[in-house]
């Protein structure tokens, strides 16, 4: 199956400071891209999905400016979380999905946050 | 609303065989997809259905009935390996995938 890298892996950072998480299709072009994140024993929640050179369209709820989704380019889309709170610490993960419509999402590997 | 139903944890043996339902109710069908989670790790993809009927891969088995709005995983020879969590994803009419909530597998010795 397709590839999706995702860094870091985890992440560690204080509490005001901001987060960059990248998500990259390495052997395929990602024409969207989804963000969740999942908190323990939960499951997926969807934050956002981007498409590739548009603004990425957020679920109920989620803050827009403080989880800033970039998707620049068919292979990679960025999340960043800024001024990140410890309530904001979770499992990040991103998913990608292909030019066809009709396929399979592939996962990356996830990003554990950890605001102190 | 749309909505995906699956159990939240089973218990079964090493061995043995477990089925695990899901039932969805979405704006539009195309396909359903079953992945399995692993503790603190993302989920990994293990089958697709579109089409009424059993799919087979290995010790897994998936089957759909797009008129009863259903679909279950089959597990067969249990391993400990399998202790994981389940989730059934529907793709509706704007390829979006609504998720369940997992099913949380524990396998016993």
């Known amino acids: 199956g397709a590839v999706v890298s995702q860094h870091p892996s985890w992440v560690i950072c204080k509490s005001g400071t901001s987060v960059k998480i990248e998500c990259r299709s390495l052997?395929?072009?990602?024409?969207?891209m989804f963000w969740y994140r999942q908190f323990p024993k939960q499951s997926l929640m969807l934050m956002a999905t981007?498409?590739?050179?548009?603004?990425?369209?957020?679920e109920q709820g989620v803050e827009k400016d403080k989880f800033l989704i970039n998707h620049a380019s068919l292979t990679l889309s960025t999340l960043t979380v800024t001024s990140a709170h410890p309530e904001d610490s979770s499992f990040y993960i991103c998913?990608?999905?292909?030019?066809?419509?009709?396929?399979?999402?592939?996962f990356g590997q996830g990003t554990r946050l950890t605001v102190v | 609303g749309q909505n995906i139903d699956q159990p939240t944890e089973m218990t079964a043996t090493e061995g043995a065989i477990v089925q695990i339902n899901c039932t969805y109710q979405?704006?539009?069908?195309?396909?359903l997809f079953w992945y399995q989670q692993h503790a603190g790790e993302a989920p990994t993809f293990l089958s697709y259905?579109?089409l009424d009927g059993l799919e087979e891969k290995g010790r897994f088995s998936s089957f759909l009935s797009r008129s009863k709005g259903y679909s279950y995983l089959l597990l067969k020879e249990l391993q400990m390996k399998d202790s994981a969590s389940y989730l059934c994803?529907?793709?509706?009419?704007?390829?979006?995938?609504?998720w369940g909530a997992g099913t949380k597998l524990i396998i016993k010795p």
């Open positions: 981007s498409n590739e050179g548009s603004k990425a369209t957020y």
């Open positions: 259905n579109v």
């Open positions: 052997d395929f072009q990602a024409t969207t």
């Open positions: 979405t704006s539009g069908f195309n396909g």
């Open positions: 994803a529907v793709m509706d009419s704007n390829y979006q995938l609504i």
């Open positions: 998913s990608a999905r292909g030019l066809e419509g009709n396929t399979e999402a592939f």
